[in-house]
Antibody
Framework: QVQLQESGPGLVKPSETLSLTCTVS????????WSWIRQPPGKGLEWIGY???????NYNPSLKSRVTISIDTSRNQFSLKLRSVTAADTAVYFC?????????????????WGQGTLVTVSP | DIQMTQSPSSLSASVGDRVTITCRAS??????LNWYQQKPGKDPKLLIY???SLQSGVPSRFSGSGSGTDFTLTISSLQPEDFATYYC?????????FGQGTKVEIK
């Protein structure tokens, strides 16, 4: 059974860097894509970006200037750094396996998710 | 970015009802459309991918249809455990985007 678990500080000060790690079990991180997605309290879902085992990344342009996603295949983990945070970055952050499917020409879906971790940006 | 618009934003229904949620994309996305169910305080669960393919383990009362810009999620007979918020998501092009959600409440 594939499981993902987010970890990191639940409180970050404005202008500082938010850092989270996702630990994957039941699957090798050296396959598939791996995404970060966030959800502000009471609001909808926003895809932040993904990383492939090779280290190749794709970021949401709305966050691209502040985001870095990295991968550690030896620990089966991938990480998120979001710089210069403000209150607008307060959200539940999810990590998710991003699976490629071959039907209909092929694309992606998020099939396994972590439980999510709330990060609050506050002085 | 491709904008995804769901309707309605919320609905009230009874157990046993047939429920339909629609999702419209701001441009054609072929069949690159996924549906998720989210319960309060939980992570989203994949229901449907590629517009109409049922994810393994998901009950057959859930079905999806559509292509191009207009898509539908149907629950054929609403069960107590189906009261949740449902999101569509396009994977046609990055940035991948979600609809704003449809909350299904008990009537």
């Amino acid at each position: 059974q594939v499981q993902l678990q987010e970890s990191g500080p639940g409180l970050v000060k404005p202008s500082e860097t938010l850092s989270l790690t996702c630990t994957v079990s039941g699957d090798s991180i050296s396959s598939d894509f791996w995404s970060w997605i966030r959800q502000p309290p009471g609001k909808g879902l926003e895809w932040i970006g993904y990383i492939v085992y090779s280290g190749s990344t794709n970021y949401n342009p709305s966050l691209k200037s502040r985001v870095t996603i990295s991968i550690d295949t030896s620990r089966n983990q991938f990480s998120l750094k979001l710089r210069s945070v403000t209150a607008a970055d307060t959200a539940v952050y999810f990590c998710a396996r991003t699976k490629y499917y071959y039907e209909s020409g092929g694309s992606y879906y998020f099939d396994y998710w972590g439980q999510g971790t709330l990060v609050t940006v506050s002085p | 970015d491709i904008q995804m618009t769901q309707s309605p934003s919320s609905l009230s229904a009874s157990v046993g009802d047939r429920v339909t949620i629609t999702c419209r994309a701001s441009q054609t996305i072929s069949s690159y459309l996924n549906w998720y169910q989210q319960k309060p305080g939980k992570d989203p669960k994949l229901l449907i991918y590629a517009a109409s393919s049922l994810q393994s383990g998901v009950p057959s009362r859930f079905s999806g249809s559509g292509s191009g810009t207009d898509f539908t999620l149907t629950i054929s007979s609403l069960q107590p455990e189906d009261f949740a918020t449902y999101y569509c998501q396009q994977s046609y092009s990055t940035p991948w985007t979600f609809g704003q959600g449809t909350k299904v409440e008990i009537k």
